[in-house]
Each structure stands twice: as C-alpha cells, then as structure tokens.
C-alpha cells in the first residue's frame, strides 16, 4: 500500500522559512516523479514545484521560483520543500504527490498517489 505522509508545516511570520517534508512508502521511490501542490482558501489547488524520479529535472511555478527549493533523498525515500521568505499568498495547504512519468508533472490529475497535506500559515 502507497504512503504518503506531508509534515512540516506551521506558523511563521513574514519573511520566515519553512522545510516540508513528503515520507513514501510502498513505493519503488527512485522511479517516482514527486510534486508539491498547495490549496489556498477559496482558490483552486495549483502546483509548487516537482522533481523528477532521477532528480535532474526540477521545474517550479513562477511565483516561488528563486524562494523555494526542492530536493530527494533516495536513502530515506522523502521528498522535501524548503521554503524561504515566505509570503501572506504562500499560505496554503500543501501536499505531496508522487507520479511514474516526468512529463506532465504540473497537472494535478497526472498524480496517483497523494499526502494528507501540511497546513502552512504566514502571518504579516
């Protein structure tokens, strides 16, 4: 059974970093493109940031881009977020996701497996 486990999140205040956390398991990790996705109050889910199943591509929604970084680690099958000078608008739910192709890998809908989510407050 796939698992997928967010932690991470909190309250911080302007300006303030974060690091989230995706823990899988029941996967084959190192074959899995992994995604972070975040839904704001009222708004749609949108996409983060995704790394593909090798590590090499990496791509980020334009509004994080140069504050956010993600990253794997094959040894302990997670996939992370750090998350630096944070804003209001980051404020959001975010969640973890894992698919088997980088191609597609901004579309929600092309995920199969998918984390509880990780509440993220920033405060101003």
């Known amino acids: 059974q796939v698992q997928l486990v967010d932690s991470g999140g909190g309250l911080v205040q302007v300006g303030g970093s974060l690091r989230l956390s995706c823990a899988a398991s029941?996967?084959?990790?190192?074959?899995?493109?992994m995604g972070w996705f975040r839904r704001a109050p009222g708004k749609e889910r949108e996409f983060v940031a995704a790394?593909?199943?090798?590590?090499?591509?990496?791509y980020y929604e334009d509004s994080v881009k140069g504050r956010f970084s993600i990253s794997r680690d094959s040894a302990k099958n997670t996939a992370n977020l750090q998350m630096n000078n944070l804003k209001p608008e980051d404020t959001a739910v975010y969640y973890c996701?894992?698919?088997?192709?980088?191609?597609?890998?901004?579309?929600?809908?092309?995920?199969?497996?998918w984390g509880q989510g990780t509440q993220v407050t920033v405060s101003s």
């Open positions: 790394i593909s199943a090798s590590g090499i591509m990496i």
């Open positions: 996701a894992a698919k088997a192709q980088w191609s597609g890998s901004t579309r929600a809908e092309n995920y199969n497996y």
């Open positions: 029941g996967l084959t990790f190192n074959r899995y493109t």
